[in-house]
């Protein structure tokens, strides 16, 4: 399971994140909703690794592994993928090749034998009809001219193939119509397992609709404020965050 | 996709370790005491036994450079040179006439090429690549020299070329690059001891990829090789050029000179990968190269192409161009510069249109790490016969660290008003979020810098024959260790 313990995170010198305790057991998809500027995004790039942000205390454990003692692609190798708000654009750099770049160092890191470009390729295909992604797709640049709907289609293509065990997704959902946040919310279902944590980072309840998740957090201020099943996600939406800090009061 | 394709193993490669070249060949040399006087002169070219109206061209050649000075506009900064302290002329000891066959070639000289990748044996075998190798200032194997003559085609060191051919170097030598032309040109064409020829005759298309590798062996010795390629109407020939040159404490100084000439409706592609020694990680040592490239489209619908790879020496100083006189004559140059620890680079083309209907594309990636200094300079001349012509220049640069620089010196001039030129110059970083994405992904950091810089260069790599490609991905790999983190 994910285990995160007062972790308290800054950048420039600010404090973001005060103090967050959060367990995902295994097989669980969590939701993580709060305001803007609520610390959602720090929270999940800190748990990938980003080294913008200064971990003033506390501990974040992933199946037993101390993952601030990790680097971004040790995380990855012991399972951790973030699918990306805003995914970047690597001109030139054809966007499998970057996958099976990946892949394969994952698979290295995990004593696995590399998998060659025609398996690769058969995987590759699957998944990427599944996701409605054409073939020409693959073999442009890594999100170079995608559509902000492309691009966040690309990064659950990307979950698919790479598998990983905590799946964190930030903001998936911004960016993509009724039609396309469907195919993402079946890609995202498909990949519910009981060996897999999904931690989904949202503004919104909308998502929450096609991916239905087993709890919800809400993040206000650098801490967790109030956590409950599917229904507080609709309260929220209902009710607003300043009913949340109502409930609990201030900071 | 490309994914899918599985490249075969090049026989050579430059890219082994941090700098695998860096080793040095013990072998006997016969070296010239350094200094540069008419006499020097006298005694290179009766070594070589050369004719009459060669050694006055070297003698004429001497007395414009001692009227010239050394440019100064380059973005370059190095102490001044001592042009009396080089040794003009170095050659591996041998007996007899020179070597008829590897055979007779000194086995050090073959395990030389060998470390360095270029086992000229196999190369015999291996798909088609001739290899005119020079070690020093002497030629010492021709490969595939049989089959270029059956179609034709004459590839051998230029030495050899004044002796067998004096017809052909009488009428091309110094008719693109005259002897007054620049200070380093100037000494080249008084002290050049050898280097390539080639002639495509009429309608003949090359049946392979012609290669020569340099290298600079001897300490204290100026390397001055002088090409010159011919390709006749309708010919066609593709030619690959690789340099590499032992470490040393002390600077060495390299000034080529390359001459094109493409003829009615003939095709030059001029491929490079540099390499030469760049220094060490203080600056110490490496390779001036100070070099005069240029093509000249003598004929109508003619097309030259320049590709190069520049990753080593100390000090680059180039400036590959085309003269675009024939008319729909078109003239391309794509460039990979990097420039890492303290090397510097000034480098770019030029682009001189005269011909009716001409094209130019110009296509430059500089990459600058550590305290690398590199600068594009590029010039775009339309003169006033140029009707029509056009030209499209696209100059990025790539910085990685923040104590290097990239500076970009586009000069243009245009005197036909029927003209049309598009430039385009980028300049970004190695971005944090762009090295994030690929180690979340898994790769790690050093892939993930590889990954960055190799599609950055894209568009060149893409115009560099396949086996060159593969090691041009390689040289970058293996020049950027450590320049991130």
Redesign the interface.
């Known amino acids: 399971m994910l285990k995160i313990e007062n972790l308290h995170v800054a950048a420039d010198g600010k404090e973001i994140l005060s103090g967050i305790d959060l367990e995902i057991p295994l097989g669980e998809v969590h939701a993580i909703m709060g305001p803007n500027g609520s610390g959602k995004s720090t929270l999940a790039n800190v748990i990938?690794?980003?080294?913008?942000y200064t971990v003033v205390e506390g501990s974040v454990r992933w199946r037993g592994d101390d993952l601030l003692a990790m680097?971004?692609?040790e995380?990855?190798?012991a399972g951790?993928?973030?699918a990306?708000q805003y995914?970047?654009e690597?001109?030139?750099?054809?966007n499998?090749?970057?996958?099976?770049?990946?892949?394969n160092?994952?698979r290295r890191?995990q004593g696995l034998t590399e998998l060659d470009?025609?398996d690769?390729?058969a995987l590759v295909r699957e998944q990427a009809s599944r996701i409605g992604l054409e073939e020409d797709f693959?073999?442009r640049?890594?999100n170079e001219g995608f559509s902000g709907g492309e691009k966040k289609r690309n990064e659950i293509f990307?979950m698919t193939v790479?598998e990983p065990s905590l799946a964190i997704l930030d903001e998936t959902d911004s960016g993509l119509d009724i039609d396309a946040l469907r195919v993402v919310a079946e890609g995202v279902n498909r990949l519910r397992d009981p060996e897999r944590s999904i931690v989904m980072v949202t503004h919104y309840q909308r998502l929450l609709d096609h991916i239905v998740p087993d709890v919800v957090h809400v993040l206000i201020d650098g801490r967790i404020r109030m956590s409950g099943d599917k229904t507080l996600a609709h309260e929220l939406e209902e009710r607003g965050y300043d009913w949340v800090k109502a409930e609990v009061g201030g900071a | 996709?490309?994914?899918?394709v599985?490249l075969k193993p090049t026989p050579r490669s430059f890219a082994a370790t941090q700098y695998a070249a860096g080793f040095v060949t013990e072998i006997e040399q016969e070296t010239l005491p350094p200094g540069l006087n008419e006499d020097v002169i006298r005694r290179i070219s009766a070594m070589k036994g050369e004719p009459e109206w060669l050694l006055d061209w070297r003698l004429e050649a001497y007395r414009h450079w001692r009227t010239k000075r050394e440019p100064r506009w380059s973005m370059v900064r190095y102490p001044p040179i001592d042009y009396q302290a080089i040794s003009y002329y170095s050659t591996p000891r041998r007996k007899g006439d020179g070597p008829k066959s590897l055979d007779e070639v000194d086995p050090k000289l073959l395990e030389t090429y060998e470390k360095l990748g270029i086992p000229l044996r196999e190369q015999e075998m291996l798909a088609g690549v001739a290899v005119d190798a020079v070690f020093d200032s002497v030629s010492v194997a021709t490969t595939f020299k049989e089959k270029l003559k059956e179609a034709g085609v004459i590839f051998c060191s230029i030495s050899e070329a004044v002796r067998d051919h004096p017809d052909l170097v009488r009428q091309y030598l110094g008719s693109v690059v005259p002897i007054t032309d620049n200070f380093y040109a100037a000494l080249n064409s008084a002290v050049f001891t050898d280097g390539s020829f080639v002639y495509v005759p009429k309608g003949v298309r090359c049946p392979m990829e012609l290669s020569t590798y340099f290298r600079i062996n001897a300490s204290n010795t100026g390397q001055f090789e002088r090409t010159l390629i011919i390709a006749d109407d309708d010919a066609y020939v593709s030619y690959l050029e690789g340099c590499t040159a032992p470490s040393r404490d002390e600077n060495q100084l390299h000034a080529a000179v390359v001459e094109l000439i493409a003829l009615n409706h003939a095709r030059i592609k001029y491929s490079t990968v540099q390499n030469w020694y760049p220094g060490d990680e203080n600056g110490v040592g490496g390779i001036y190269n100070f070099v005069t490239k240029r093509g000249d489209c003598r004929g109508v619908g003619a097309k030259i192409s320049w590709t190069q790879v520049e990753t080593g020496s100390a000090i680059t100083w180039k400036y590959p161009s085309c003269i675009l006189r024939g008319d729909d004559s078109v003239g391309e140059f794509y460039s990979v510069a990097l420039t890492k620890n303290y090397q510097q680079a000034d480098t770019g083309t030029k682009m001189v249109h005269l011909g009716r209907n001409t094209h130019s594309t110009i296509v430059s990636k500089g990459i600058s790490a550590g305290h690398g200094c590199q600068s594009y300079r590029g010039l775009v001349r339309m003169a006033k016969s140029a009707e029509n012509a056009r030209n499209h220049s696209q100059c990025d640069s790539l910085l990685i660290g923040d104590r290097c620089s990239a500076h970009t010196f586009p000069y243009v001039e245009i005197k036909n008003p029927t003209a049309t030129m598009e430039h385009e110059a980028s300049t970004s970083k190695i971005?944090?979020?762009?090295l994030?994405?690929?180690?979340?992904?898994?790769?790690?950091?050093e892939?993930a810098v590889n990954?960055?810089v190799?599609?950055?260069?894209?568009?060149v790599f893409n115009e560099l024959p396949m086996e060159f490609a593969v090691e041009a991905n390689r040289l970058l790999a293996v020049s950027l260790e450590g320049a991130v983190g």
Not at chain 1, 90 to 94: A, M, T, Y
Not at chain 1, 96 to 103: M, P, R, S
Not at chain 2, 436 to 445: A, K, S
């Open positions: 990938a690794g980003r080294e913008d680097t971004a692609e995380r990855a190798w951790v993928f973030l990306f995914p970047i690597i001109p030139g750099v054809n499998v090749y970057l996958l099976k770049a990946g892949l160092a994952k890191a470009a025609m690769f390729m693959l073999a640049g890594v990307q790479l | 996709m490309s994914e899918a599985k971005g944090e979020d762009q994030f994405y690929c180690r979340q992904r898994g790769i790690p950091e892939d990954l960055i190799n599609g950055f260069c894209k568009d």
